[in-house]
């Protein structure tokens, strides 16, 4: 009969802690829109719904100083390989613009050694104005573009339920987990309270 109260509290325990775990994860986005409770003349709304626009400027925030800039996104496009890549279009098009601009009248020695003037000024010039037009690049960028503004208005334009879903579908087992620990820890609470109703 003893053993039997204190599974009954264990059971009620782990119940109560499933219940409220789930209650509270519940809590974290509903209600989406604030709610008037009448005789304590206070506003409710879920939590991540009413500090939305500041999760949103943190979010912008971290992804920029932590993860990207505009200065990484620039280094990157200007790297070695990019720059050969860049250099050898840069060299075909204005080859191309000689070929139709020059009268045909002119010698296929002087075109060749024209060709070859190019080249070797693309070659030799070509990197570094590449390199200077990069970083004014990214200083105009760096001035002008925040990446954290760019996330923060796209954070700011998901509807309440969007955003729901997608941390409902990034932290689904975390969040099942955290309800089982409910239910674990309110029927260890369960237990020491029904041997602590036995013995006193």
């Known amino acids: 009969m003893a053993i039997l109260r204190v599974m009954i509290l264990a059971v009620i325990g782990a119940m109560i802690g499933w219940l ?7 809590l974290i986005f509903r209600p989406l829109n604030p709610i008037k409770i009448p005789l304590l003349n206070i506003k409710f709304q879920g939590l991540i719904p009413k500090r939305k626009e500041e999760i949103a400027k943190k979010i912008g925030k971290v992804v920029e100083e932590e993860l990207i800039s505009i200065n990484e996104i620039i280094d990157k496009v200007i790297e070695k390989e990019n720059l050969s890549s860049v250099l050898l279009i840069i060299k075909t098009k204005i080859n191309k613009v000689i070929e139709e601009k020059l009268p045909s009248i002119i010698p296929t020695t002087f075109r060749n050694m024209i060709y070859s003037y190019v080249d070797d000024l693309i070659d030799g010039e070509g990197e570094r104005l590449l390199k200077d037009l990069a970083e004014n690049m990214v200083h105009k960028a760096t001035t002008q573009v925040k990446i954290s503004e760019i996330i923060e208005e796209k954070v700011n334009s998901f ?42």
């Open 20 to 26: 409220t775990n789930i209650i509270a994860i519940k």
């Open 159 to 200: 509807e309440l339920e969007k955003i729901e879903e997608i941390i409902i579908s990034v932290a689904k087992k975390e969040l099942k987990h955290i309800e089982v620990l409910g239910g674990i820890l309110g029927f260890i609470i369960g237990v020491m309270q029904g041997i602590i109703v036995l013995f006193y």
